[in-house]
C-alpha cells in the first residue's frame, strides 16, 4: 500500500495513483488517430505517451496497444492504410518468436526487435528534421525578397499598338451618343449606300494625306442611320484590308489611315 | 571587340539595378553573361563592387545577400512581424507528410520514392510529389540502377534560395541517434520481457 497523501478526492474516494491515461473525447481520438503518418508513427506516440525508450520496446505491451489502436480506427472507419495492418503482422511475427526459448550456445542469433528499433529510430530522427525544417527560417515568414520593378520608357516608336475590335466598337457607342444629343427629327430617309460611303471615306482619307481621327469622319447630321452607315463602311473597308485603324494608348483618339498598296 | 568602360561608380549602379529588377537572384556569372557582356569586369572588381553594395545595405531595411543561385536583396527577420502585415492572408500550410519526405529527400539525397518510403512505413502520395517538383524544390537528377530504374530526386537551387541559405551543407544537422550498441541492450536478458 502507498503510503504517500492522496492526489485528490473523487466521489468521496482517496484517488492515489495518477490516471493511466486522460480521457480523450471520441471526436478529438478521431483527430488524433487521422493524424499519423504511418504505422511508425503510431508506434512512436505509443512509445512516447509511456514514456519509453525505443530501444527497449516492450514488445508484448505494445503490441496490444497497437492492435487496439488499429481496432479503434477500423471501427472510427478510417481509411486505414494496408501498411498498418503489415505492422501488426510484423508485431506479432516479433512477439511470438520472443517467446520462443533463446539457446545460450546460439550466442548471435539477433534479437527480433532489432529491425523494427532501427526503423523507428531512423523515422524519430527524420520526424524530428522535419519539424526543424519546417520551423526554419524562410522567405514569405523571415524573409521578404525585394524587387524594384523595371519600366521601360523607351517605347518603340516605329511599332504602333494594335486596336482591338472591341475598342472599335466602344468608340462607336461613343460616336453613336452624341448623336442621340444631336438627333434631329428625320423627315424622309435617304437611301445610304455602303460601297458609296467607302469610296467616301477613302477618297477623304487620300486628300487628307495621312491619319484622320475616327469621329471626324462621321456626319452628325445624317443622324442615326447615316452614322451606322460609316461605320459598317469602315468595317467593310478594314476587311478589304484598304486602311488599318490604330490607337496609342487605350482611351485615346482613334486614327485612320491608307493601308498602302504594293 | 573592344569593351566598353564603366566607372566603379556606374559598375556599382549596374549591378545594384540588375540585382533589384531581376525577377530571381543574380548570380556573378549571371550579371557576368547579362548586364556586364559588353564590359571588361574582372571577377576581382566584380567582388569587390558586390562587397561594396552588401556594405552599404547591410544598415538598410533591405539586405544584399548571397543564397543558393545568386545575389538578391531582401528585407530579414528583424521586419518580418510587421511586414508580413502586408499579406494578411495566411500562406497555404505544408502536410506533414509532404515536410517529412522533403526532409527526407534533403537530407538523403540522391533517392528514390521507395527509399522514402522506406523510412516513412508509409506510401508516398503522387500528389506529395508532384507538389515538390511543381514548387521547383526538388527535382529528378537521375536513375537508380536497379531494376524498375526508379527516379533519383535531389533538392534543387530554389529550395535553398526559400531558406535563404547558400548550400546544403547549412541545413540543421539531424538529430544525432541514440548512438549506443544496439544489439547490446537488446541482447542484455534484464529488458527482456517476462514472457
Redesign the interface.
Known amino acids: 500500500m502507498s503510503n504517500s497523501a492522496p492526489l485528490a478526492f473523487l466521489h468521496g474516494e482517496a484517488v492515489l495513483e495518477k490516471p493511466e491515461d486522460l480521457y480523450i473525447p471520441p471526436d478529438a481520438l478521431k483527430v488524433i488517430l487521422e493524424?499519423f503518418?504511418?504505422?511508425?508513427?503510431l508506434l512512436l506516440y505509443l512509445i512516447k505517451r509511456h514514456k519509453l525508450d525505443?530501444?527497449?520496446l516492450?514488445?508484448?505491451?505494445i503490441t496490444k496497444q497497437y492492435v487496439s489502436y488499429v481496432e479503434l480506427m477500423k471501427d472510427l472507419q478510417l481509411e486505414l492504410?494496408g501498411?498498418y495492418l503489415v505492422?501488426a503482422a510484423l508485431l506479432a511475427q516479433i512477439k511470438s518468436r520472443?517467446?520462443l526459448p533463446t539457446h545460450e550456445e546460439l550466442e548471435e542469433e539477433?534479437?527480433p526487435?532489432?529491425e523494427l528499433?532501427?526503423?523507428l529510430?531512423?523515422?524519430?530522427?527524420?520526424?524530428?528534421?522535419?519539424?526543424?525544417?519546417?520551423a526554419?527560417?524562410?522567405?514569405?515568414?523571415?524573409?521578404?525578397?525585394?524587387?524594384?520593378?523595371?519600366i521601360d520608357t523607351a517605347l518603340d516608336e516605329e511599332k504602333l499598338p494594335d486596336l482591338s475590335l472591341k475598342e472599335l466598337v466602344l468608340a462607336f457607342g461613343n460616336v453613336m451618343a452624341r448623336v442621340k444629343t444631336l438627333a434631329h427629327h428625320q423627315i424622309s430617309s435617304e437611301v445610304l449606300s455602303t460601297r458609296e460611303r467607302m469610296s467616301r471615306i477613302l477618297r477623304h482619307l487620300s486628300e487628307n494625306n495621312g491619319p484622320c481621327a475616327f469621329v471626324t469622319l462621321f456626319d452628325f447630321a445624317e443622324g442615326r442611320q447615316g452614322v451606322v452607315v460609316t461605320f459598317i463602311a469602315m468595317l467593310e473597308l478594314i476587311k478589304e484590308q484598304l486602311v488599318t485603324f490604330t490607337q496609342i494608348t487605350p482611351q485615346s483618339e482613334i486614327y485612320l489611315s491608307l493601308k498602302l498598296q504594293e | 571587340m573592344a569593351f566598353k568602360r564603366l566607372s566603379d561608380e556606374q559598375l556599382v549602379e549596374l549591378v545594384e539595378a540588375a540585382i533589384f529588377v531581376s525577377e530571381k537572384p543574380l548570380s556573378k556569372r549571371g550579371l557576368q553573361e547579362t548586364v556586364l557582356q559588353d564590359f571588361n569586369i574582372s571577377a576581382k572588381r566584380l567582388t569587390q563592387t558586390i562587397d561594396s553594395l552588401v556594405e552599404h545595405y547591410s544598415t538598410r531595411g533591405v539586405q544584399l545577400v548571397e543564397v543558393a543561385s545568386g545575389y538578391r536583396f531582401q528585407a530579414g527577420p528583424s521586419l518580418a512581424e510587421p511586414l508580413s502585415k502586408l499579406w494578411p492572408e495566411k500562406a497555404v500550410k505544408y502536410s506533414r507528410a509532404t515536410i517529412e519526405t522533403l526532409a527526407l529527400i534533403a537530407y538523403r539525397q540522391p533517392i528514390t520514392r521507395g527509399e522514402i518510403e522506406q523510412v516513412r512505413g508509409v506510401a508516398v502520395s503522387s500528389n506529395i510529389m508532384k507538389s515538390l517538383l511543381e514548387r521547383e524544390w526538388i527535382t529528378v537528377v537521375g536513375q537508380k540502377d536497379v531494376p524498375g530504374k526508379p527516379a533519383l530526386y535531389a533538392t534543387t537551387k530554389q529550395f535553398l534560395d526559400y531558406f535563404s541559405l547558400s548550400g546544403l551543407e547549412q541545413l540543421p544537422n539531424l538529430p544525432e541517434q541514440q548512438d549506443v550498441k544496439l544489439e547490446q541492450i537488446l541482447s542484455d536478458p534484464s529488458v527482456r520481457e517476462p514472457s
Do not use: C, W
Open positions: 493524424s503518418e504511418g504505422p511508425l508513427d525505443i530501444l527497449q516492450p514488445i508484448h505491451s492504410a501498411e505492422m520472443m517467446l539477433a534479437d526487435r532489432a528499433v532501427k526503423r529510430q531512423e523515422y524519430e530522427q527524420f520526424k524530428t528534421a522535419a519539424e526543424t525544417l519546417k526554419q527560417p524562410h522567405v514569405g515568414k523571415d524573409f521578404f525578397i525585394a524587387n524594384a520593378e523595371y
